[in-house]
């Protein structure tokens, strides 16, 4: 994005691979000439030249490729908002700006979800607003190899890169290492769109470690061509704004690939409730039963993290007399042991509506916190003595060698809430491994009810598996041993929302379930 709009370069697509390189060439001139100028005479630049010769080579490509997305006429047309949130706002800071744009897609083709995306300026040359701005829009992947033919003339030449170049900046983007947004978008500039004006160095601009930018750019040249895409990378979708009135500056938006579904079977556990009715009771918050998943995880390797997913989980309350069957929806959990992690955590992503445990791999005594649901008891109640409340999910993990154990909780509460983080639930039974030093049940409700100002563990009564008293999780079911299934895209699935098990959202008062 520039202040002023710029003239742009009207291109013949037979002289595309004969530009290409000159182009990309006369791009590095400024970046070079002020890493010249900064770095030259000290010590610095010798170890800059070092870190190219150091650079690490990418993995070899997985079990499940990313397909290509499908964005061609006429599923190709959709609404997108951009705005550039740093040009606004004039904060800089890394924290404050994952990207150069920030991107809603508000319609659009099948192969693009709606929602925020992540975005960056493919040419420097030509202008955008600086948003929020809603433009109608064509949606093409940056991995079609015709993809020069469709944007059709008009650009900067520098825009025309071949496929190998475009697979360069996928490389790029998956691949940023923690990188200062505004120097991943010199890098992108360097590879296609440039030559970077030199104004884009100095203020108002914000600024450019020369270093970081050519050690991204070397790194994407060097280990692009052995890399492919895989499950939970991202691929960019290039966005071209049609303008009768001039050319609009292409954009790119970072696409995840939607991550296929493990094949794994469920496992399940059949537990009773106690006699004890269980009573709505018209509290503040509604009365509820806390369901709560726990275990112990065996065989987990020493030097490195290994990811534990418990998906696709449902609690059938089969019916009871009068009362009719209950079906709950258990969002997901992703359980990361973590040999350098000393500290046992748990937290809910209400983006994405999963659990989220962080444990260390080894030292903590007790089970640990698989995920939990609450059940708002309905205005009817629940007999007591409900027989076969049927428990299932399926366990993955990406490291094979690892045993599970498993068993699920019960406890009623007269006064409770589905805020998940309100709740906090304990991360382990072990007394010291978490922010909570006492001998308290992993899955026992820590938090406090801020409208009563008591904590939720005086809330609890007798029902379901538990009696009341200082029981806070109920009593356990029978405990399975199981081995999860391993599965390659694991890592790929939890940053994939389109993967995890998402609850409906319900209003406030009805009970988080469907009644058959």
């Known amino acids: ?13 037979s002289d595309v691979m004969i530009k290409e390189k000159t182009t990309l060439l006369a791009s590095a001139i400024p970046l070079l000439a002020f890493l010249q100028k900064s770095l030259l005479h000290s010590k610095d630049y010798r170890l800059f030249c070092a870190s190219l010769l150091l650079l690490p080579v990418s993995a070899l490509p997985q079990s499940s490729p990313c397909p290509c997305p499908e964005l061609l006429p006429p599923n190709n047309i959709g609404q997108v908002t951009i705005s550039a949130p740093w040009h606004i706002s004039g904060n800089f800071s890394a924290a404050a700006n994952p990207a150069y744009f920030s991107m809603q897609v508000i319609s659009g083709p099948p192969a693009i979800p709606l929602g925020a995306y992540d975005g960056w300026c493919v040419d420097a040359l030509n202008t955008i607003d ?19 033919q469709e944007l059709g003339p008009g650009y900067p030449s520098s825009v025309y890169v071949s496929p190998d170049v475009w697979h360069q900046i996928n490389y790029l983007l998956n691949h940023k ?34 270093v970081q930018v050519l050690a991204l750019v070397a790194e994407a040249q060097d280990n692009a061509p052995a890399w492919q895409p895989q499950c939970g990378d991202k ?15 292409l954009v790119i938006l970072e696409l995840p690939c939607t991550c296929p579904p ?36 065996s065989g987990l390797p020493a030097n490195q993290k290994a990811l534990l997913h418990v998906s696709n989980q449902k609690i059938v309350i089969p019916a009871t007399g ?7 929806p258990v969002p997901d959990a992703f359980i990361t042991f973590d040999p350098s992690a000393s500290l046992a955590t748990t937290t809910f992503d209400t983006v994405n509506n ?29 007999p007591g003595g409900i027989k076969n409340v049927d428990w299932s999910g399926i366990f993955t993990t990406d490291t094979v060698g690892l045993s599970v154990t498993w068993q699920w ?12 983080n309100s709740i906090a639930p304990k991360p382990t039974d072990d007394n010291s491994a978490s922010i909570y030093k006492n001998s308290d049940h992993a899955g026992t409700p820590e938090g406090t009810d801020l409208i009563s100002g008591k904590s939720w563990k005086s809330f609890v009564v007798g029902g379901a598996s538990g009696g009341g008293g200082g029981n806070y999780t109920g009593s356990g079911s029978s405990t399975i041993q199981l081995t999860p299934c391993v599965c390659p895209n694991l890592a790929g699935v939890q940053n994939d929302s389109t993967s995890v098990v998402r609850l409906p959202s319900l209003p406030r008062g009805l009970p988080a379930l469907q009644s058959q």
């Not at 994005?1 to 697509?13: I, T, V």
């Not at 691929?235 to 500056?249: D, K, L, Y």
């Not at 009773?272 to 009771?281: A, L, V």
């Not at 009068?322 to 709950?328: D, G, H, L, R």
């Open 235 to 249: 691929t960019a979708v290039v966005v071209q704004i049609p303008s009768s009135m001039r050319v609009v500056q």
């Open 1 to 13: 994005m520039r202040l002023a709009p710029s003239s742009c370069e009207a291109l013949n697509p």
């Open 130 to 148: 600086q948003g929020p701005a809603t433009y109608s829009s064509l949606f093409w992947a940056s991995c079609d190899p015709n993809l020069n």
């Open 354 to 382: 999963v659990w989220r445990m962080n444990f260390p791999s080894s030292g903590m005594a007790g089970n640990v916190f698989y995920g939990a649901v609450a059940f708002k008891v309905p205005l009817a109640g629940l």
């Open 177 to 210: 290492n923690g990188a200062y947004f505004w120097n991943v978008q010199m890098a992108i500039w360097h590879l296609i769109g440039g030559p970077v004006p030199s104004e884009f160095f100095n203020p108002p601009f914000p600024p450019t470690d020369p």
């Open 409 to 420: 909780h019960a406890a009623n509460y007269s006064n409770f809430t589905s805020d998940y």
């Open 322 to 328: 009068s009362s009719p069957q209950y079906t709950v």
């Open 262 to 297: 493990c094949p794994c079977d469920p496992h399940d556990i059949k537990y009773n409730f106690n006699g004890t009715q269980i009573i709505f009771r018209n509290t503040s918050g509604g009365s509820y039963v806390w369901f709560i998943s726990d275990g112990k995880v």
